[in-house]
C-alpha cells in the first residue's frame, strides 16, 4: 500500500485507503491509527488527516467520540437507502447514455463488460473494483450529464462496500454479469426504456443480495 509517487498525494491516499476499505482490508468497524496508517503508506500525518477528512465527507469513515476514526458501518438500513438513491440515479444515466453515447463510448462498454468477465473467471475484490468502476467511468462519460455523474460517484464510493459483499456468491457474479450483457444489448439498441429497466432490475438484484449477506452476518 506505500505510496511511491507524490504529484496529487492526498488523492493518491485517498485513493488506497478507499481500495483498502471497499476490499475488507480495513472492515466496517476497523478504528483506523494515524501512526500506523502513516507508516504502512510511507507518508506524513498532515497528507494522511487530508485524505481522511475527504473519506468522512465521502461516507466511508466515521469519528466517534473518544475513540477517534474508524471504518463506517454499513447497516441494512443505511445499504437500503443507499441502494434507492444509486437506483434512481443509475436509471436516468442508463436513459441518458442510450440517448447521447457516441458509437466509441459503445464499444468502450462493451470491451468494459468483456473485461469484467475475465475478472469474474479470476475473481479478486480489487480487480473487479477497478474494473466495475471503469465501466461505470464509461457509463457516466457517455450519459454526459456531469452533476448525476457527480451525484453517482459519490454514492459508488458508499456502495463500493457492498459490491464485493453482494457478490460473495459465485452465482450472484454469473447473474451480475449476464444482466450487463442483456443492459449492454438494449444500450447499444438505443432503448432509453429498456436501458432503464434492466439498469434498474440489477441494482434490485444487487441490493437483495447484498442485504442477505449483511443480515446472515448480523445474525
Known amino acids: 500500500m506505500r505510496i511511491q509517487s507524490f504529484p496529487g498525494l492526498r488523492e493518491q491516499v485517498a485513493e488506497r485507503l478507499r481500495m483498502a476499505i471497499a476490499t475488507g482490508r480495513f472492515p466496517p468497524g476497523a478504528r483506523l491509527v494515524e501512526r500506523e496508517l502513516c507508516e504502512m503508506l510511507g507518508v506524513s500525518r498532515p497528507s494522511l488527516r487530508e485524505a481522511l477528512r475527504e473519506l468522512q465527507v465521502d461516507g466511508l469513515v466515521t469519528l466517534q467520540p473518544n475513540k477517534g476514526l474508524s471504518v463506517s458501518i454499513v447497516t441494512p438500513e443505511i445499504a437500503r437507502l443507499i441502494y434507492e438513491v444509486r437506483s434512481a440515479l443509475e436509471g436516468l444515466a442508463a436513459r441518458l447514455f442510450a440517448r447521447n453515447a457516441t458509437d466509441e463510448q459503445l464499444r468502450a462498454l462493451r470491451r468494459s463488460v468483456n473485461h469484467l468477465a475475465d475478472v469474474y473467471e479470476d475473481f479478486s475484490a480489487e480487480a473487479f473494483i477497478t ?74 438484484a444487487a441490493a437483495a443480495s447484498a442485504l442477505e449477506a449483511i443480515d446472515q452476518k448480523i445474525g
Request: with cysteine; charged share 35%.
Open 131 to 204: 474494473a466495475k468502476t471503469r465501466f461505470y467511468e464509461i457509463l457516466l462519460e457517455g450519459a454526459g450529464n456531469p452533476i448525476a455523474g457527480d451525484m453517482l460517484k459519490r454514492i459508488h464510493t458508499r456502495a463500493s462496500q457492498l459490491r464485493v459483499v453482494s457478490l460473495s456468491r459465485s452465482e450472484r457474479a454469473r447473474q451480475s454479469l449476464r444482466e450487463l450483457r442483456e443492459f449492454l444489448d438494449a444500450l447499444e439498441a438505443r432503448d432509453e426504456e429498456l436501458s432503464y429497466k434492466l439498469c434498474v432490475a440489477h441494482i434490485e
